[in-house]
């Protein structure tokens, strides 16, 4: 049983930058694929980016170049850090984890069986 829990959000203006955190209760480097989803109202969740136990990042064509995911293993937390905010990355952030090597799916919320409860980030113009 992995728990998650997301901080970091909050509102900022366009061009902004803020850095979501997500603490896991256990140590998953080297063998959970960690990943971002969000939900913005009236829309489907969206993957937004993952990190696999190797390292390998994959982004959703939407945040590429401007969102990067990272993890500090001492720690057990896994990061977005996202800059030059639009109006349209307003939505509930997820952190998701599962004892996988991501791969094509990863942006597949159904393959996450754990979920932290989420972060809101809004973003105006």
């Known amino acids: 049983q992995v728990q998650l829990v997301e901080s970091g959000g909050g509102s900022v203006q366009a061009g902004g930058s803020l850095r979501l955190s997500c603490v896991a209760s256990?140590?998953?480097?080297?063998?959970?694929?960690m990943a971002w989803f969000r939900r913005a109202p009236g829309k489907e969740r969206e993957g937004v980016a993952a990190?696999?136990?190797?390292?390998?990042?994959s982004y959703a064509d939407s945040v590429k170049g401007r969102f990067t995911i990272s993890q500090d293993n001492a720690k057990n937390t896994l990061y977005l850090q996202m800059n030059s905010l639009k109006p349209e990355d307003t939505a509930m952030y997820y952190c998701?984890?599962?004892?996988?090597?991501?791969?094509?799916?990863?942006?597949?919320?159904?393959?996450?069986?754990?979920w932290g409860q989420g972060t809101q980030v809004t973003v105006s113009s």
């Open positions: 256990i140590n998953t480097y080297g063998t959970y694929c």
């Open positions: 990190i696999d136990s190797e390292r390998s990042t």
């Open positions: 998701a984890a599962e004892p996988w090597l991501c791969g094509a799916s990863w942006a597949d919320g159904d393959a996450y069986n754990y």
